[in-house]
């Protein structure tokens, strides 16, 4: 029984260390498997939420999509606009007991789920500065969706459920932390990704890192929220972004002066 425990613990930590090959990994789902899970999240996600009554916005909201999905070939993505905000998209695959200890982290993420859903709420639209960090915050859902976290993330909480039933103290706590770590990487991932679609796309990826600096909150000081975390140090995430930045070729990205009206119209009662 103890081997089957470290089994478990050994297949989530050597999975940690595969995550710059998007979509690579553990996955107990098949691709027609994934997206009948996505379109059955995605009409639960609707019965919660009400849709934006608003053809500019959402118009607007799909052509940003669809410049940003030919840098993620392989999914087909239906976008929609909703005026309330149920979280981001790994957050939803993580398991309950461990959103209880998560620290609250709001950046007004996209919801994404398996197979190309994504639901954009007002709130994020609202909150950004630019068409350029609403860009960043599509993109960096999109490549959630692309990476196949969803799966990836339900994968890995059958293993530590697995490993959790195991008799073995020693695990108690390394499962939790373990899925929590994997949980950071991936978004670090999809970070990785939207820099370099939103470049592709002709978004300024630099509006990525303004938007997290601004909006994450940073862990409190001696609380020890860094360790039960669903994302990334804010300062150290921002780093990461400009540094991938910089390893981009220099270019000219052009602002659309469209995301100011479409950003009064999606606040409109």
């Given at each position: 029984m103890?081997?089957?425990c470290?089994?478990?613990?050994l297949?989530?930590?050597?999975?940690q260390g595969?995550?710059r090959q998007?979509?690579?990994?553990?996955?107990?789902y098949?691709r027609?498997?994934?997206?009948?899970?996505?379109?059955?999240l995605?009409?639960?996600?609707?019965?919660?939420?009400?849709?934006?009554?608003n053809?500019?916005?959402?118009?607007?909201?799909?052509r940003?999509?669809?410049?940003?999905?030919?840098q993620?070939?392989?999914?087909t993505?239906?976008?929609?606009?909703?005026?309330?905000?149920?979280g981001?998209?790994?957050?939803?695959a993580?398991?309950?007991e461990?959103?209880?200890?998560?620290a609250?982290?709001?950046?007004?993420?996209?919801?994404?789920?398996?197979?190309g859903?994504?639901?954009?709420?007002?709130?994020?639209?609202?909150?950004?500065r630019?068409?350029?960090?609403?860009?960043?915050?599509l993109?960096?859902?999109m490549?959630?969706v692309?990476?196949?976290d969803w799966t990836?993330?339900?994968?890995?909480?059958?293993?530590?459920?697995t490993?959790?039933s195991?008799?073995?103290?020693s695990?108690?706590?390394?499962?939790p932390?373990?899925m929590?770590?994997?949980?950071?990487a991936?978004?670090?991932?999809?970070?990785?990704l939207?820099?370099k679609?939103?470049?592709?796309?002709?978004?300024?990826?630099a509006?990525?890192?303004?938007y997290?600096?601004?909006?994450?909150?940073a862990?409190?000081?001696?609380?020890?929220s860094a360790?039960?975390?669903t994302l990334?140090?804010?300062?150290?995430?921002?780093?990461?972004?400009?540094?991938?930045?910089?390893t981009?070729?220099?270019?000219t990205?052009?602002?659309?002066d469209?995301?100011a009206?479409?950003?009064?119209?999606?606040i409109?009662?």
């Open positions: 103890r081997s089957l470290c089994v478990a613990m297949a989530i930590g050597v999975a595969q995550e998007p979509g690579q990994g553990i996955n107990f098949s027609d498997k994934e997206i009948a899970l996505g379109r059955q995605a009409l639960e996600y609707r019965r919660r939420t009400t849709p934006l009554d053809a500019a916005v959402s118009d607007y909201v799909k940003v999509g669809a410049n940003l999905a030919a993620f070939p392989g999914w993505y239906q976008i929609e606009t909703v005026r309330e905000d149920r981001g998209s790994t957050a939803l993580l398991d309950p461990l959103l209880r200890v998560a609250p982290e709001a950046t007004h993420e996209p919801a994404a789920f398996p197979g859903f994504i639901f954009v709420s007002v709130d994020l639209i609202a909150a950004a630019s068409e350029a960090e609403f860009a960043g915050m993109a960096h859902a490549a959630h692309a990476e196949r990836r993330m339900a994968s890995r909480s059958e293993l530590a459920q490993a959790a195991v008799p073995d103290r695990a108690g706590l390394a499962v932390v373990g929590l770590t994997f949980s950071r991936i978004e670090a991932e999809a970070d990785y939207a820099v679609a939103m470049a592709a796309a002709g978004y300024d990826p509006g990525l890192a303004s997290l600096g601004r909006v994450q909150p862990p409190s000081q001696g609380s020890g360790v039960f975390a990334p140090p804010r300062d150290r995430r921002v780093a990461d972004i400009q540094a991938e930045i910089r981009l070729p220099a270019g990205y052009q602002a659309s469209e995301f009206r479409v950003q009064a119209e999606s409109k009662k």
